[in-house]
């Protein structure tokens, strides 16, 4: 299944901007697409491997990737569920997102 979310501010479809789009994709592919987007970007800016558990106790490896291009970004995730894994291609960089939310922290903390 694959996804758009878009920016309707102007509230016309011809100049809305879209913000982010997502892929599902099966889990055990999980390692070839980040192969596949090493060979095209380069080593990601994150990686992260980690131990996720169902509710039967049940304990699977979770990939997380992301490749960072400052303006834009692509995150992978092997466990989005049990059973999807997503891609998303976003808007803005990683370090980006993480400024403003760093931002959004100091400035609640200032109105309290």
């Known amino acids: ?17 879209i913000l982010q789009a997502s892929l599902n994709f099966p ?8 192969a596949m987007f090493k060979d095209k970007y380069g080593k990601p800016a994150l990686e ?16 997380k990737a992301i490749w960072d291009f400052g303006t834009a970004r692509i995150e992978l995730d092997q466990r989005y569920d049990m059973n ?7 808007h803005g960089g990683y370090v980006e997102e993480m400024k403003k939310t760093l931002d959004k922290i100091k ?3 200032e109105k309290l």
């Open 1 to 17: 299944m694959a996804s758009v979310k878009l920016d309707r501010a102007t509230v016309n479809p011809a100049t809305d901007k």
């Open 27 to 34: 889990p055990d592919a999980a390692s070839e697409l980040i």
């Open 48 to 63: 992260d491997i980690s131990i996720v558990q169902n509710m039967a106790g049940a304990q699977f490896e979770r990939h």
């Open 84 to 90: 999807n894994g997503m891609i998303y291609l976003k």
């Open 107 to 109: 400035s609640d903390r």
